[in-house]
């Protein structure tokens, strides 16, 4: 679900009878020092919680607050939000657990609503983005948001590859040129409609592209024009990296370039 549409949703709930466990915790550490931070303040915060408990189904809450921080303290649980969010109560049926990619700064909070103002503050500086991996041939689309990537979309086109010249004419070779070009600008102008319908389905206005600088130069002429506003460039020939780089790198990267960290 959208961040920004569930943390719309969770500011409505209250609960009269009951209390809400809202915690948050950082889960990008430098180094294992770091760690034990976190980890001494969750078990500090939650016997301070259990001995102050005087409410139906706090208790649950806490215990199910502890197994999932411990999970993601051993990065049994989302190992590349750099913060989570958790959110509980029993008597609502509340158990939720939000990973975004800017990091948090550790929080306790029991009380009758959610804690939200770390989580609206990671939506609103963390901005969501679409990453386009664009070559001649085919597109990667990749919607970032403040809780991680979406669902990845494919698009391969049928352009026809390069052919050598053997004992082609002059002429013959310029019009193949010209029927290749033509495939490519189809194949660019499909990119640019999903694109396109992609940031109307999910609010998305940044985009940053991706991918080595002929075919990228090619596709940005096909931008032109279009409603929505071009935020950066990564251009993969200056790295020497393939198209599709191996998930850990490409994730740190990718991080670094829409966090700026």
Not at 65 to 91: H, K, M, N, S, Y
Not at 104 to 123: G, T
Not at 136 to 158: F, K, M, Y
Not at 164 to 182: E, T, V
Request: charged share 25%; hydrophobic share 45%; aromatic share 6%.
């Amino acid at each position: 679900m959208n961040p920004t549409t569930r943390l719309s949703e969770l500011a409505k709930i209250r609960a009269t009878t009951a209390t809400i466990v809202s915690v948050y915790l950082n889960t990008r550490w430098a180094d294992e020092h770091q760690r034990d931070r976190v980890r001494v303040f969750l078990k500090g915060e939650l016997r301070k919680a259990r001995e102050a408990a005087d409410l139906p189904g706090l208790r649950d809450d806490l215990a199910w607050i502890e197994g999932e921080g411990e999970a993601l303290i051993a990065q049994a649980r989302v190992p590349d939000a750099g913060g989570v969010a958790l959110f509980a109560c029993a008597a609502l049926g509340l158990r939720e657990l939000m990973p975004v990619r800017a990091p948090f700064a550790d929080a306790f909070v029991v009380a009758p609503a959610p804690y939200l103002r770390p989580l609206a503050a990671a939506v609103a500086t963390t901005e969501s983005a679409l990453v386009v991996f664009v070559d001649a041939e085919s597109a990667r689309l990749i919607p970032v948001r403040a809780n991680g990537a979406g669902e990845e979309v494919e698009l391969q086109s049928d352009v026809p590859g390069h052919h050598k010249r053997g004992g082609w004419a002059q002429l013959a070779q310029s019009r193949y040129q010209r029927h290749i070009l033509d495939h490519r600008g189809r194949h660019f102008e499909s990119v640019v409609e999903a694109v396109s319908q992609l940031l109307d389905g999910d609010g998305i206005r940044r985009l940053v592209l991706a991918g080595e600088r002929e075919p990228l130069a090619a596709f940005r002429k096909h931008l032109d024009g279009a409603r929505f506003e071009l935020d950066g460039l990564l251009d993969r020939a200056e790295h020497g990296q393939p198209l599709e780089p191996p998930p850990a790198p490409w994730r740190k990267r990718l991080q670094q370039k829409l966090l700026g960290s």
